[in-house]
C-alpha cells in the first residue's frame, strides 16, 4: 500500500555530440634567451613610522577596545547566570505547588 516510487531515468533525446578529437602537436626548440634580472623597485607606499603620539594611541585605543569587549562578554556572562536562577527559583516554585496539592488530597 505505502511502496515508495522510484523514478527510471529516461533515456537522451535530441542531439548528441560526437567526442572532439585532439591531434597531437610537435614541439619545436628554439633558442634559450636568458630572463634579465628583476629590478627592484621603489616601494609604492611610504613607511609608517611611529612616533611616541602614534605609541600611545595605539596602546590606548587597543585597551579601550579589550575593556569594551570584556564589559559585553562579563554583561552576557552576568544575564546567563540570573536567567539561570529565575528558572531554578520557579522550578522550585512549581515543584512545592505540587507537592502541596499532593499532600491536600
Known sequence: MLRPKIPTNPTPTGHVIPPVVVEPT???????????APVASAPSRPTVQLTPGTALALVGSGTAV????????V????AIAVTGASVA?????????????????
Open 26 to 36: 610537435t614541439v619545436v626548440p628554439s633558442a634559450q634567451i636568458p630572463h634579465p
Open 75 to 78: 554583561s552576557m556572562l552576568l
Open 66 to 73: 579589550v575593556l569594551v569587549v570584556g564589559a559585553v562578554l
Open 89 to 105: 527559583v520557579c522550578a522550585l516554585v512549581i515543584r512545592s505547588l505540587v507537592n502541596a496539592d499532593t499532600k491536600r488530597r
